[in-house]
């Protein structure tokens, strides 16, 4: 069997059904058991990788790898064993909070994106020994022989050696809504996609008519199916990783060059290097926003809660931000744009208008059969049921010659009270070459060349809106001694034509403009064909219909596909990894890319993709490969999780924005203090609990309002606009800082280190209002009382400023070593706090 893994699928689907068997080393009668429990042992069974949840500790111990919480844990750990011991408490208190929220929502995340992969049947039809045997589907190997009937599901790769009928839907693995049909034949040697070889079934298709018995070529991971759904992740960290990732590398470094210089200052102008140890301690704690994954997990979190109530569920939390920033969506179009269900859309005369009696002709031939109804026989014996309610089916069948793939159409032969009937249905070629008259209305005239022609054109003018076409003709009054295969094959009359489309969506065609409106670009990426793909996307808006196929694809290089890209909406015929390549190469243009889809054929995609979204009725694998799932058919609900995930963003982006600026104020205020002032302007401890208090403030802002405005476009970080923040608000905040100090120094008489709590008290209260107040200036770039916050927010600063405000003004401020402010200088804090708020505001949207 070791020869076997040198042949290529093509060569494989070029092999006579004798050649197959011999290569595979088997024959007509089966492996013998042996052989089985040989081949089994040689190449495993017959199962595809499956997603294993997280252990307990495993889980935990990920839920602390953030670089701010081993920041902090270090710096905890040094406070510890230099005798720090409230600093450390509080530091610890801020680790297991952040850690606790952050484990306990991607738990919850996980647990929900554990789904079974139940895409095998149970069991298998095997000929062993040459006896029909039932066995399970993981047992299969190379070399067994299956009989597949209608309904069966391909549980292996197969290569076909005798069929009947046979037409197969692939539609989970291509993405090609339209059954295709198998059969033995030889074909050419540049036939490149295999979904596309005629004598070649995949694991992971069904079987929707016919019957065939086959030879298992490949099985498990060596199968199509198994390297579409065990593709590799995300071949890059998505965007919201790459971004949180550079901000948190930006603050450690600035900290890194602050802290050592804080420490030295403080050291050499007041000689007590250990306090001036702990206070470096203290100031690298303000630097590192220590909050920052437990607001992004709320943020997150909360935006999930409001997901679900809307049908959304999201399995990745992270998934949440990149809907906001979504600038590219990429959609498959079966069963996503379009309901996945075929429907008679249209049934016309010689002439292409409406005609009931084709359409009833066409019932009677889709009623009157004895074998399976396909998907196009259930499209018009349910329209025409729904039509004529009333219509019963009085008829005798007098004979019928099944469909088959080289006859290519289904002839009935009917009777009642009024007479018999003869109706063929099929493809136009074949129907139209039986036919020597045709019919209009009620008259019936000969079938000459040139109404040839006009039904030719009647037929392409009516393809070309992307329907996929049949004809009918019929015969009256057949004496019933005829031979069918005689009368049912010259001699017909021509009736008419019959339409059938897979209709988009109407949920589809509102949800795209949304997008559109909302600055997200929507193409298609479909293994449908270019046409179908075209009439498609013109019904859901999309206006430029220039397509591109696969096979174009493989032509070109990268750099000519990303310049299509930039051009172009719609790609059809699309092997997975082509969908996965054109995904990749709009990540490298800079986009933030969406792919929906609800194929087996479109995890590849899914992964690939910054967030991959899934609709109601995909297949339990790719809900597994998704971030988003849609549970509402209306799709409308897709454009709620775009702007929630800008809501989540913008949110998550004040707190960064705001805080990266308060801290850099709050060194540079220390740096000035520590060189003038004799003693140190507030100690580690008061340092620790002003910056618990804002960050415990801070845990409201996710339920903060976002303006209409905000939303408009794609949310994405900007590391130089929070750089240009920060060097601009930060030192404001310190000129109101060095303000109050010299208010304090000259003023109030606050100059020995006796005095030096007063001091401490006084600036804690002008900086934990600053920090508290100017929230509410820069969360919006419209005025503070026109776009006003939400109620909880407000409450949670006032929480934090009443604790605050307890521990200056009451008997507690002992524990945090702080003595009584002065008593006027109450109002000149309310000042000092009025003016820096008026003039942040003046100058806030010159840092945007």
């Known amino acids: 069997m070791a020869k076997t893994i040198k042949m290529t699928l093509n060569q494989i689907n070029q092999l006579t059904p004798k050649a197959s068997l011999e290569h595979f080393e088997t024959d007509k009668k089966g492996l013998s058991r042996q052989q089985r429990i040989a081949r089994l042992q040689t190449y495993g069974e017959n199962t595809i990788q499956k997603r294993q949840q997280r252990s307990l500790l495993r889980a935990s111990w990920q839920s602390v790898q953030d670089p701010f919480i081993g920041v902090l844990a270090v710096l905890m750990i040094i406070s510890w064993l230099s005798r720090d011991i409230d600093g450390a408490i509080v530091m610890l208190i801020m680790i297991v909070v952040s850690s606790s929220i952050r484990f306990v929502q991607e738990r919850k995340s996980e647990q929900a994106s554990i789904a079974l992969q139940a895409m095998l049947a149970k069991t298998s039809r095997l000929v062993i020994e040459g006896q029909p045997t039932e066995v399970a589907a993981q047992s299969l190997v190379p070399g067994d022989i299956v009989q597949l009937q209608t309904g069966d599901l391909v549980n292996a790769d197969l290569k076909i050696l005798a069929s009947h009928d046979l037409q197969i839907n692939q539609s989970s693995l291509t993405g090609e809504s339209k059954p295709v049909s198998k059969r033995i034949t030889a074909q050419a040697t540049d036939v490149t996609n295999v979904a596309d070889m005629a004598s070649l079934l995949l694991m992971g298709s069904t079987v929707v008519n016919g019957q065939a018995t086959a030879l298992v070529i490949a099985t498990g991971q060596a199968t199509c199916f198994s390297a579409i759904v065990t593709t590799e992740p995300k071949s890059r960290p998505n965007q919201f990783d790459a971004g949180l990732k550079h901000i948190s590398w930006l603050l450690i470094r600035m900290m890194l060059v602050l802290v050592p210089f804080v420490f030295v200052i403080n050291g050499v102008t007041k000689g007590d290097w250990q306090q001036s140890f702990f206070f470096a301690i203290a100031v690298a704690v303000g630097l590192t926003p220590e909050m920052l994954p437990m607001i992004v997990n709320s943020n997150l979190a909360k935006g999930s809660v409001v997901l679900s109530q809307q049908q959304v569920i999201v399995k990745q939390l992270k998934a949440i931000q990149n809907l906001g920033a979504m600038s590219v969506l990429c959609t498959d179009k079966t069963g996503t744009l379009t309901e996945d269900h075929i429907k008679l859309m249209y049934y016309a005369d010689i002439l292409g208008e409406r ?494």
């Open 355 to 848: 005609d009931v009696q084709v359409l009833r002709l066409a019932y009677l031939n889709a009623k009157g059969q004895s074998g399976w109804q396909n998907l196009l026989d259930e499209a018009i014996i349910h329209y025409y049921e729904q039509d004529q309610p009333n219509d019963d089916f009085p008829y005798q069948k007098l004979g019928e010659i099944p469909f088959n793939f080289e006859r290519r159409r289904l002839t009935v032969w009917l009777k009642n009270h009024a007479g018999n009937q003869l109706v063929t249905k099929g493809a136009f070629e074949e129907v139209l070459a039986t036919c020597s008259q045709v019919r209009l209305a009620d008259q019936i005239d000969p079938l000459t060349e040139v109404q040839k022609q006009n039904l030719v054109a009647v037929h392409d003018r009516l393809a070309q809106q992307g329907m996929r076409m049949l004809a009918v003709a019929y015969q009256d009054d057949l004496a019933e001694t005829a031979s069918i295969d005689h009368v049912g094959n010259q001699g017909l009359i021509f009736a008419g034509f019959l339409g059938f489309l897979d209709p988009p969506k109407q949920s589809a065609i509102s949800a795209i403009q949304q997008l559109q409106a909302h600055q997200v670009a929507v193409k298609i990426l479909t293994g449908d064909s270019a046409l179908t793909t075209q009439q498609v996307a013109q019904k859901v808006g999309i206006q430029n219909l220039a397509v591109t196929t696969g096979e174009m694809l493989e032509t070109l290089t990268d750099a000519q596909v990303s310049e299509l890209l930039t051009e172009q909406a719609l790609f059809a015929k699309l092997a997975p990894l082509q969908k996965a390549r054109l995904i990749r190469l709009l990540q490298a243009q800079g986009e933030v890319v969406g792919f929906m889809g609800d194929g087996i054929n479109d995890t590849t995609a899914l992964k690939q993709a910054d967030v991959g979204i899934s609709v109601d009725n995909a297949a339990d694998l790719t809900k597994d490969a998704s971030d988003v799932i849609l549970l509402e058919k209306d799709l409308n609900v897709l454009e709620h999780g775009v702007l929630e995930g800008r809501r989540v963003f913008i949110n998550m982006y004040k707190y960064i924005r705001i805080t990266l600026a308060s801290n850099l104020g709050n060194v540079l205020s220390v740096l000035v203090a520590s060189i003038c002032l004799p003693f140190l302007p507030m100690l580690s401890l008061q340092i620790l609990v002003q910056n618990l208090l804002y960050d415990v403030a801070q845990l409201w802002l996710p339920w903060d309002r976002v303006a209409e405005d905000q939303l408009r476009q794609p949310t994405q970080w900007a590391t130089k606009g929070l750089l240009k923040s920060a060097f601009i608000l930060g030192p404001l905040s310190s000129m109101v800082d060095i303000l109050t100090f010299t208010i304090l120094w000259f003023g109030f008489g606050l100059q020995t280190s006796a005095q030096q709590g007063a001091f401490q008290a006084s600036w804690f209260v002008v900086g934990l209002l600053t920090q508290m107040l100017v929230v509410y200036v820069l969360r919006t770039p419209a005025s503070p009382f026109k776009d006003r916050a939400n109620w909880r927010v407000y409450l949670g600063s006032l929480i934090s400023l009443l604790i605050g405000g307890i521990l200056v003004l009451t008997p507690l401020r002992q524990a945090v070593d702080f003595q009584a402010i002065p008593t006027q200088f109450g109002w000149i804090a309310v000042v000092l706090v009025t003016a820096y708020l008026l003039v942040t505001n003046v100058v806030k949207n010159l840092t945007r």
